[in-house]
């Protein structure tokens, strides 16, 4: 036998807990979620009941309350992601260069991202409660207030996006720091020497130089992006009028309120489904870009 064959085998005993793992948490319970989008299950009782076909599918993606919640997931990626990302990015430049107190800072806008949400997200209500709250007092005092930012349309999802864009700003900013200070000083010394100033050094050196970086946090940042429930369940409930409604919500109130388990699972497939498109769309982008550059 030769010493290839035997590290073949060798590499496949080493990686078989693994995969025995991912196969007992992950692909079963997946296979188990796709086979109940075709029932009339109950996760109440845990009756599978029978099978309905594709009348679970054809109820969520006819039924307004499910587009609606698709809608607002969509608005929550588009405005969180790049939000995100582009104050991160700045402050990431803005705290490049060493100074006294850069670690401070840079932990204080750490702080949220690893804070726990909920908490995070109760210290919220209360600031922005109107009765009592610092928010809607400070508004009252310019004769502003107040505001009911938890309870009224637009401001109930404006709230959700800024807490959300709050609490990953620091995430990004990290990702960024690393990334701005893997590129060479000489760079921004040759382009200070040809006359470019801090923004056009930073938006022709540190912009392209950390496109990869980019591509990470889009990709990873859109697929934890559709997944938001706990911002929604503590700051909002889905409303007022279900307008701060996500897909994860939706699946939430199907399954554990309504108990349609039949639906909720199609509409978790459906959000997968989703997630996995988006992603090989993004990654297509990245790739013709890189292409592109190296051209």
């Keep these: 036998m030769s010493s290839r064959s035997v590290e073949g ?55 307004p309350d499910f587009l609606h919640a698709v809608a607002n997931t969509g608005l929550y990626v588009i405005v969180v992601v790049p939000g995100s990302m582009a104050l991160g990015l700045a402050l990431a ?43 809607n007092d400070v508004l009252q005092a310019f004769g502003l207030g107040p505001v009911g930012f938890l309870n009224s349309q637009p401001w109930a999802m404006v ?35 040809d006359g470019a100033g801090p923004v056009r050094r930073f938006l022709r050196i540190s912009v392209p130089l950390v496109a990869p970086t980019t591509g990470f946090l889009a990709v990873t940042g859109v697929v934890s992006s559709l997944q938001v429930f706990t911002q929604v369940y503590v700051l909002t409930q889905g409303g ?29 497939v459906m959000l997968l489904l989703i997630g996995i498109l988006l992603s090989v769309i993004q990654i297509r982008i990245m790739g013709r870009r890189d292409v592109a550059e190296l051209a």
Excluded: C, K
């Excluded at 995430?171 to 690393?178: E, H, K, V």
């Excluded at 007022?240 to 978790?268: E, K, M, N, R």
């Design 9 to 63: 085998r060798a590499g496949y005993v080493l990686i078989a807990p693994t995969s025995v793992l991912l196969a007992l948490f992950y692909l079963y319970p997946l296979a188990q979620t796709v086979y109940f989008s075709f029932t009339n299950w109950n996760p109440a009782t845990g009756a599978v009941g029978r099978t309905v076909g594709l009348r679970n599918y054809q109820h969520i993606l006819t039924s």
């Design 93 to 135: 430049a803005m705290l490049a260069r060493p100074f006294r107190g850069r670690m401070l800072y840079r932990a204080l806008i750490f702080a949220p991202y690893i804070a726990p949400i909920v908490g995070s997200a109760l210290v919220f209500s209360y600031l922005l409660s109107p009765l009592g709250g610092l928010v």
């Design 159 to 193: 709230t959700v996006l800024v807490f959300s864009v709050w609490q990953l700003t620091g995430y990004t900013m990290i990702i960024y720091s690393a990334a701005l200070s893997g590129i060479p000083p000489s760079y921004y010394e040759a382009a200070a020497l």
């Design 240 to 268: 007022p009028l279900q307008s701060t409604q996500t897909i994860l919500y939706w699946i939430y109130q199907q399954g554990f309120v309504l108990f349609d388990g039949g639906s909720a699972s199609a509409g978790a």
